[in-house]
């Protein structure tokens, strides 16, 4: 069966120091993968999506990036963390036929002090 | 440009009674409806699709779903609700044919009372 990881579950940051979150799938090949972040346990954003190695579409411009350096990893960064880069962070993966629904990690607490 | 929206923020609901989250969307070819829940700092759990077929999609914990194409809608039922259902519920729809990204509602908090 399919599962997916996610670490760290929580993260405080300063202001300014970088970041690295990653999130790994198991099961599977060539998953489509994502980012989300859902600010105040509400609305999901989506952040970047990836469609294979190396391949990576961003949704909203801002200091994060995101990258795929294996088939089944998908890594969100950023170089120097903002207050409002706090948040609750989802990894999420589905399989490459559109009806296949999203399977979703347990998240990353990132609190940005 | 596909979209959907849950117009309540928050459904209040007795344990036992029947439950409805409301959800409705906007795709301009065919859609791809699911309902997601989500615990307290949990990541989110699939409980239902409709991809074609039948109308009423059962799912998960009891819940069901039914797809309504003439008033864009896909609501979540559940006959008799339990303390434990409550959640916060996400809609989501995903464009047939072509797209890679789903897009969520907002989010519905549901609250059953003893």
């Known amino acids: 069966s399919q599962t997916i990881h996610q670490w760290p579950a929580t993260l405080v940051q300063p202001v300014g120091s970088p970041l690295s979150l990653e999130c790994t799938v198991e099961g599977t090949s060539n998953p489509n993968l994502y980012w989300y972040r859902q600010a105040a346990g509400r609305g999901l954003q989506l952040l970047f999506y990836?469609?294979?190695?190396?391949?990576i579409s961003s949704e909203v411009p801002q200091n994060l990036s995101a990258s795929r350096p294996q088939d089944r990893q998908f890594i969100l960064s950023s170089k120097k963390l903002l207050l409002s880069d706090s948040g609750f962070y989802l990894c999420?993966?589905?399989?490459?036929?559109?009806?296949?629904?999203?399977?979703f990690g347990p998240g990353t607490r990132l609190t940005v002090l | 440009a596909q979209s959907v929206a849950q117009p309540e923020d928050q459904v209040n609901v007795a344990e036992g009674n029947p439950l409805t989250v409301k959800c409705t969307y906007s795709?301009?070819?065919?859609?791809?409806l699911f309902w997601y829940v989500q615990y307290p700092n949990r990541g989110l759990q699939f409980l239902l699709k409709y991809i074609t077929g039948d109308n009423l999609v059962k799912g998960s914990y009891g819940f069901e779903a039914e797809f309504n194409k003439s008033q864009t809608s896909f609501h979540l039922k559940k006959p008799s609700a339990l303390v434990s259902d409550s959640a916060l519920y996400f809609c989501a729809v995903r464009e047939g044919n072509y797209g890679q990204n789903f897009v969520f509602g907002p989010g519905t908090r549901l609250s059953v009372l003893p």
């Open positions: 795709v301009s070819g065919n859609p791809y």
């Open positions: 999420a993966w589905s399989g490459g036929i559109p009806y296949n629904e999203q399977f």
């Open positions: 990836s469609v294979g190695i190396g391949q």
